[in-house]
């Protein structure tokens, strides 16, 4: 027998929107449960007694069956329809696919052991628009994170009836007691379903609206339908393309004396254009033709270059300091395209020409885009001697270096310590001083060292573990000859931003965290694994966020475009430009849309992200507005680089401010200039606001600059002393 005390709600159940009388038949139905599997046996199992107070219960108050049951069932109750049996393909996740009638993990639906035929699983940050028409009086399901995860996972959904929130679970964890959501709907034109992250991020987060019903006016005129997202509104961004030349040169550029140079001077403008370079050094020349310089530094020293360019339209002038030191590569975030995420393990040499070839045909390349890398997918094996040679893909790796070189632009090659890289190919594993001699024989410009397989070779433990493997190789580079920047692939483990950058070591760039994905959630994981150790990067030692997501991607399967809307392109690449962190395209750069190609071309943003200072970000996080943050960071004329940033899923813009003060400027007034709409918003006493999107952001720089003179002054005293001509190095660099 069931007795009146079981009955009792809990007191979540009235949070989750239920009436004591419906509250009390869920629980009589829960425990009548435990000793029947199906409702029609609920009469011998609970006794009479508690069906004639489940009867009172609902004749007197009007109060609907006690719908939970019907929600592991197979048939809707009359008068209802699964949420299932609408399309969900218009359902939006930030992971994954959703799912009609299983979990996002395509497994059964199951939430607190209990099997679900119907619902939809899907992942954290997640939305499902359903119009109703004013045709649906009721929706009800059971919510949770689904049992595939474990102990794993965090959610918070929430049902939003038109513009008003209707429903809001807690937090939800997984292995909690799933939750009954139920809302009453007349009149209401659309129903939103949202699954919220919580502040452990997205991992595991499968979430479940398990048995989901719709229960029908009878004179409905349309039935629901799912229907896509609002459009996200193109963010206004500057489009303009100059046609007198305009040099996006970085400010201070580093190389080794004794080894070959390469670089081509980045400039937009109208074709054809010749530029030249007054100040260069003994042992370099420059094609005033196509604008590159080559040759051999004979001596080390500082060289403050003039650099003209000139066509039919007019001329454009800029001052470049020249840095001529052992260690003295990327002393400006390095950029460039990566086979990887478009490719993966079907590049060849074929797509590795066509990006160059795309690089100058969209004029990337004048915008600073100019290292051409093969990722994974190249080694064939090794010859009797040991020699490290390409597969058939690649028939002649030294003819393809020379082809990007006659271009001006550089050749990036993949390796891994172990004795296989991450998708099985060839690795360095006891050949590192022999694959170094024959990279640099080919003439490559930079080496990705990805971590891979090492694990299964590696001895002892702690940070000198990962340490020795990148020490290893940092000797055997040097021992090549040839300049090469060294970037470091092991996914952020022992701190790798606190011992990259040693002398012994002296890597220009590490990744920080894992792999990047094409969703907002990934992208903004790396962006903030990249800002969390900010403080230890510095001019020629950089964190790096991973490859860029934009444009047609297909990690080596069908391209596709990037899930990445404009709004939250525009995001992506103000935080790269910001951290700042290295500007890799992972994409088929031959496809890139007009509003891309605005975005990767903005030479005031790319200013931004080549600033010479090197100066690390500083975040601000309001503590009235976790949504919302301020990223600062010093430039090297004297101002400041700000971004407001919106982080928050939903539609609404906040508003996020930032005061003189919070970014280190003196009292105002200061001008305040929007650099994506390249346009001065005014000048402000104190502080500045503005409402930004959500998933949005607005980068400004505020401040007065110094003169170019000036500034150009400052940074050479950075380095006077340290690079005297002659001076075997640059301890400035370290």
């Known amino acids: 027998m069931v007795h009146l005390d079981v009955l009792t709600p809990r007191k979540h159940d009235s949070e989750a ?5 419906s509250a009390r038949l869920l629980h009589l139905a829960a425990m009548c449960k435990r000793h029947t599997p199906r409702f029609p046996g609920l009469v011998p199992a609970c006794g009479v007694r508690a069906v004639l107070g489940l009867l009172l219960l609902v004749a007197p108050r009007a109060v609907p069956a006690p719908v939970a049951l019907f929600l592991e069932g197979e048939h809707a109750p009359t008068g209802a329809i699964w949420l299932d049996a609408l399309d969900v393909a218009h359902a939006r996740q930030d992971w994954g696919q959703p799912r009609a009638g299983r979990s996002v993990g395509q497994n059964e639906m199951r939430l607190g052991g209990t099997r679900y035929l119907h619902g939809l699983g899907t992942h954290a940050f997640s939305e499902c628009h359903i119009e109703l028409h004013g045709g649906t009086n009721r929706f009800v399901a059971m919510v949770g994170i689904d ?43 659309r129903l939103t379903l949202i699954v919220d992250p919580t502040e452990d991020g997205i991992h595991l987060d499968h979430a479940d609206w398990a048995g989901a019903l719709l229960f029908l006016d009878p004179n409905a005129s349309e039935p629901p339908r799912i229907v896509a997202p609002p459009p996200v509104e193109t963010p206004e961004i500057a489009c ?23 670089f081509r001077i980045p400039c937009g403008g109208e074709l054809p254009i010749s530029a030249t370079a007054r100040g260069l050094p003994p042992g370099l020349t420059v094609n005033a033709d196509t604008g590159i310089i080559t040759g051999v530094l004979e001596k080390a020293g500082l060289w403050t270059l003039k650099l003209r360019a000139r066509n039919k339209h007019g001329g454009s002038r800029q001052t470049m300091l020249l840095v001529a030191a052992p260690y003295s590569l990327a002393l400006t975030p390095p950029m460039g395209w990566n086979s990887w995420n478009a490719w993966g393990e079907t590049v060849d040499d074929a797509k590795v020409r066509a990006a160059a070839d795309a690089l100058l045909a969209s004029r990337l390349a004048d915008y600073g885009f100019q ?14 001697n040991g020699a490290i ?11 393809l270096v020379r082809y990007l070189h006659n271009a001006g632009l550089k050749a990036g090659i993949y390796a891994s310590p172990g004795r296989t890289t991450c998708a099985g190919y060839e690795g360095s594993y006891e050949h590192e001083f022999q694959d170094a001699r024959t990279f640099a024989a080919w003439g490559m410009d930079l080496l990705k060292y990805d971590w891979c397989s ?20 940092r000797q055997a580079i040097d021992d090549g000859g040839r300049d090469m920047v060294y970037a470091i692939c092991q996914y952020g483990e022992a701190n790798v931003w606190q011992w990259a950058a040693h002398p012994d070591i002296q890597g220009n760039l590490w990744r920080t965290s894992r792999d990047i994905d094409d ?31 934009l444009g047609k991607l297909g990690w080596g399967k069908e391209l596709r475009n990037t899930q990445l809307n404009e709004r939250e392109q525009q995001t992506h690449v103000t935080l790269w430009a910001l951290l700042p962190s290295p500007m890799f395209l992972g994409c088929d750069v031959s496809q890139l849309d007009s509003f891309t190609l605005a975005l990767l071309k903005n030479p005031e943003v790319i200013a931004i992200h080549q600033d010479p200072l090197g100066a690390p970000v500083r975040r601000v996080l309001p503590a009235n507005d976790p949504s919302t943050e301020v990223w600062i960071r010093p430039l090297w004329d004297g101002t400041r680089a700000v971004g407001l940033f919106n982080f928050d899923p939903r539609t609404g813009p906040r508003r996020v401010y930032v005061s003189w003060a919070g970014a280190g400027l003196p009292p105002g ?42 500034a150009m002054a400052v940074l050479r005293r950075r380095y006077e002393g340290s690079c005297p001509a002659g001076g075997p190095t640059c301890p400035a660099l370290r």
């Open 17 to 21: 929107g239920l009436d004591f009388a």
């Open 147 to 189: 049992d595939e995860a474990g102990p794993n996972g965090s959610a918070i959904f929430e049902l939003w009836a038109d513009d008003s929130l209707r429903w809001r679970s807690p937090v939800l964890r997984g292995g909690d007691t799933p939750l009954l959501a139920d809302v009453k709907l007349e009149s209401a034109s």
């Open 240 to 262: 303009r393309q100059p046609q007198a030349p305009e040099i996006n040169a970085p400010r201070v550029l580093g190389a080794t004396p004794g080894r070959p140079f390469l």
């Open 371 to 384: 290292y051409v890398c093969i990722d994974d997918g190249w080694a064939g094996g090794r010859q009797a």
């Open 389 to 399: 040679i390409p597969n058939d893909k690649f028939p002649d790796m030294p003819g």
């Open 454 to 473: 090492y694990s299964g070779v590696a001895d002892g433990q702690g940070p000198e573990m990962f340490m020795r493997p990148y020490r290893l190789m």
């Open 519 to 549: 969703t907002w959630p990934g992208m903004l994981h790396n962006a903030l694994a990249a800002a969390e150790p900010a403080r230890f990067a510095r001019p020629g030692h950089w964190n790096d966020a991973d490859m860029m997501v």
């Open 669 to 710: 007034p200061h001008p305040v200039r929007d650099l994506w709409r390249r346009k001065d918003l005014g000048e402000y006493t104190e502080a500045f606001a503005l409402n930004v999107p959500a998933r949005g952001c607005v980068l400004l720089k505020i401040g007065v600059p110094m003169k170019d003179a000036a």
